[in-house]
């Protein structure tokens, strides 16, 4: 089992919606969560983290995060086609390990 | 400027050659990460530096790879003896502790 899981996709989504991206991770003991977007060719750029359970809201963005179900997901609202990337989810170990864990990446088009 | 630099953008070199990076990271941060990232994969970790102490390296670091952050300023990645399968992203983040990427060297050994 992969210590970080997404679905690859890609995910298509129509201009205004809401794209939902999903997460699952392997290490219980996990703290700390974050999605990342990459545009083609260009390195990640940090969306937003999340360290309790519950949504985080950021303008169109919510993470949500729920431990007991090792389950983090990433929600875009009003999806616009400057959205369209690939988005990382990475996850933080306690234990004292500092690095951070990345999935493959969901790679997400929005249509106009 | 007050990102993650890297330097070189690009590199292209032969096999069996040695090639160095450079990354200079964000100035307060003393935390400095290296990763990898081969196309259709997320990045994979390969060394971490709390300041000038290297704390962790990864399976995934052979013996060709050396990295040093002398001083606990910039730090570079050496790669030796350069393998085909060398060709990836590396990718420098510095981090408090999320991580802040720069832009990324793209090598292609050929």
């Known amino acids: 089992q992969k210590e970080v899981e997404q679905n690859s996709g890609p995910l298509s989504v129509p201009e205004g919606a809401i794209a939902s991206l999903n997460c699952t991770y392997s290490?219980?003991?996990?703290?700390?969560f974050f999605w990342y977007r990459q545009y083609s060719g260009k390195s990640p750029e940090l969306i937003m983290f999340?360290?309790?359970?519950g949504d985080k809201e950021d303008g169109r963005f919510t993470a949500q995060l729920n431990k007991a179900s090792q389950y983090v997901s990433l929600l875009i609202r009003d999806s616009q086609p400057s959205d369209s990337a690939t988005y990382l989810c990475?996850?933080?170990?306690?234990?004292?390990?500092?690095?951070?864990?990345f999935g493959t990446g969901t790679r997400l088009t929005i249509i106009p | 400027d007050t990102g993650v630099s890297q330097d070189p953008r690009h590199k292209i070199t032969k096999r069996g050659q040695n090639v160095t990076f450079r990354c200079d990271p964000i100035?307060?941060?003393?935390?400095l990460y290296w990763y990898r990232q081969t196309l259709g994969q997320g990045p994979e970790f390969l060394t971490y530096?709390?300041?000038?102490?290297?704390?962790?390296k990864s399976r995934l670091l052979s013996d060709r790879f050396s990295a040093e952050r002398p001083k606990g300023s910039f730090s570079t990645l050496e790669i030796q003896r350069t393998e085909q399968g060398d060709s990836a992203m590396y990718l420098c983040?510095?981090?408090?502790?999320?991580?802040?990427f720069g832009q990324g060297t793209r090598l292609t050994v050929v």
């Open positions: 983040a510095s981090s408090i502790p999320e991580a802040f």
């Open positions: 290490d219980r003991g996990s703290q700390s």
């Open positions: 999340i360290y309790s359970n």
């Open positions: 990475a996850v933080e170990s306690n234990f004292g390990n500092e690095k951070l864990t």
């Open positions: 100035s307060e941060h003393n935390r």
């Open positions: 530096f709390q300041n000038e102490a290297q704390l962790e």
